[in-house]
């Protein structure tokens, strides 16, 4: 009892900040030093409300990132119901934006309408599409992928060329999609990839399951290379900062603000 009271707490109050510094080959040196807070998995819903929302976007200012990063899995719900819950991610500040990609959750309940209402938060949404930033005078590219879930929609589908298509050639492009299953096809096309969707396994028990069914992606930085090209590509992987509200529990996991710092990778 004590145990999965815990574990309850855990999924649904907890929160803690982690910060994770992470090498890219051929990284700008204007770019050293860049911050990214990544933001996965808020699941507003019958159990997460706008405090808590308030809470998290408090907790992310207050980190002062260089831009702020969604990796899907916003909401559980209607937009009528669950959308004044969300209205605190319009107070996220970074001089370089928010920018972020649907994760399968907005695909189950009004997907039209999520996708619609998500950009009224003041986030910039990025449907199989690009922005390109500038810090210090250097220039890289954030694309952002559909989820694979549309497929089961009769949907569009993630399409990194393009989502890609007219960007200009960068030393950096960093990818945003919800599900970290798929980065080895990825590696040729970008240096750093943010993702969350596993929720760390939530309980330990679960996570070889969870590396099963996500290509041993479940939590943290991995690398990922191309033995042909030797093309390398850093996935970060969070294990969101909520849970679905259809399973209410975290035992070994917690919930997650993640503050990467990229640095530039030094020669071997």
Do not use: C
């Amino acid at each position: 009892m004590l145990l999965d009271a815990y574990g309850v707490w855990t999924a649904a109050y907890d929160m803690t900040v982690k910060r994770v510094s992470i090498a890219v080959k051929n990284l700008p040196a204007e770019l050293e030093g860049l911050t990214i807070a990544q933001l996965s998995d808020i699941h507003v819903s019958s159990l997460v409300h706008r405090d808590r929302v308030q809470k998290i976007v408090d907790a992310t200012n207050a980190l002062k990132p260089d831009v702020v990063l969604i990796t899907g899995d916003f909401v559980d719900g209607e937009v009528d119901k669950r959308g004044p819950d969300l209205q605190p991610l319009t107070q996220l500040k970074a001089p370089l934006g928010v920018w972020g990609v649907l994760g399968n959750h907005e695909y189950y309940v009004d997907y039209e309408g999520w996708r619609t209402f998500l950009p009224t938060l003041n986030i910039g949404m990025l449907y199989n599409a690009h922005t390109v930033l500038t810090k210090n005078g250097a220039s890289f590219t954030v694309a952002g992928l559909l989820d694979p879930m549309a497929e089961r929609y009769g949907l569009e589908l993630p399409d990194l060329n393009k989502a890609l298509a007219g960007a200009p050639e960068t030393d950096l492009t960093i990818l945003l999609s919800h599900q970290p299953k798929w980065a080895q096809k990825y590696v040729n096309q970008a240096q750093l990839m943010l993702s969350g969707h596993t929720h760390g396994a939530q309980v330990w028990p679960l996570r070889p399951v969870v590396s099963e069914l996500n290509s041993g992606f479940v939590e943290g930085l991995y690398p990922v290379t191309d033995d042909k090209t030797g093309a390398k590509l850093q996935l970060y992987v969070n294990p969101g900062i909520d849970v679905w509200n259809g399973f209410v529990l975290r035992i070994g996991t917690r919930g997650e603000i993640t503050l990467l710092t990229l640095t530039r990778e030094k020669n071997k």
